[in-house]
């Protein structure tokens, strides 16, 4: 079970850090991703992370500006998203487990409910 929380509404420039809480399984052992997903639009993978942080991948929409953290102790991923702009509005989901390519949503098997981030001009 993933469970997102920390989304709101910001405006452009602001930050928000995003967690989500795993059980079933421990965050060292499988990849976990974050996904937003806008109105009208598909699914896009922003980040994923591996080994404990010791891989993570980027979209190139948000490198330089979100960050994606482990915590093993809490057993929880985090993305910390910085200078946001109007484009990163959508609902953010966090997956885990599955295989294929780091930020393709289809192949990942566990999904959360999703939490919605809002940035205002």
């Known amino acids: 079970q993933l469970v997102e929380s920390g989304g709101g509404s910001v405006q452009t420039g602001g930050s928000l850090r995003l967690s989500c809480v795993v059980s079933?399984?421990?965050?060292?052992?499988?990849?976990t991703g974050w996904f937003r997903q806008a109105p009208g639009k598909e699914r896009e993978g922003v980040a994923r992370?591996?080994?404990?942080?010791?891989?993570?991948t980027y979209a190139d929409s948000v490198k330089g500006r979100f960050t994606i953290s482990v915590d093993n102790a809490k057993n929880s991923v985090y993305l910390q998203m910085n200078s946001l702009k109007p484009e990163d509005t959508g609902m953010y989901y966090c997956?885990?487990?599955?295989?294929?390519?780091?930020?393709?949503?289809?192949?990942?098997?566990?999904w959360g409910q999703g939490t919605q981030v809002t940035v205002s001009s």
């Open positions: 997956a885990a487990a599955g295989s294929g390519p780091p930020l393709h949503a289809a192949g990942y098997q566990y």
């Open positions: 992370i591996l080994n404990s942080g010791d891989i993570t």
């Open positions: 079933g399984y421990s965050v060292h052992s499988v990849r």
